[in-house]
């Protein structure tokens, strides 16, 4: 994999994930099957895609830095609240007042981690 083509695909997966997102809460309940079953595939596809691109990073890395680990860690963790939060938000009872603002919030240290950690990763390599 080339390093454009790992830097243009996490990114163009990761605006889907959004702009899917946004458009999803702005159609309101209950949800759109379509559009909540593509958010999902999608937002898989930027774990799987950004998964398999950083690992072959790591192994063609010279050196690996604590902070490409610290990075790697708070992307991960941003991943799993993302995935916890989207599956407790399309349930029928609704628990959005506590798990929306974080499920708003979490893509943020998820993607600028990934960055950092990526661009590190290819400065290295």
């Given at each position: 994999m080339s390093n454009t083509f790992i830097i243009v695909g996490v990114l163009l997966l990761f605006v889907s994930v959004i702009i899917t997102g946004?458009?999803?809460t702005r159609l309101g309940r209950p949800l759109n099957t379509i559009l909540f079953n593509l958010h999902k595939l999608v937002s898989?596809?930027?774990a799987v895609f950004s998964f398999f691109?950083?690992?072959t990073l790591l192994r063609n890395a010279d050196t690996i830095g604590g902070t490409v680990i610290a990075m790697l860690v708070i992307a991960v963790v941003s991943l799993i609240v993302l995935f916890v939060t989207g599956?407790?938000?399309s349930a029928?009872?609704?628990?959005r007042t506590i798990l929306l603002p974080i499920h708003f919030l979490a893509?943020?240290?998820a993607?600028?981690?990934t960055a950092i950690a990526i661009f590190a990763l290819i400065k290295n390599g």
């Open positions: 946004i458009w999803l898989v596809g930027f691109s950083i690992r599956g407790f938000l029928k009872e609704p628990v893509p943020f240290p993607v600028v981690c």
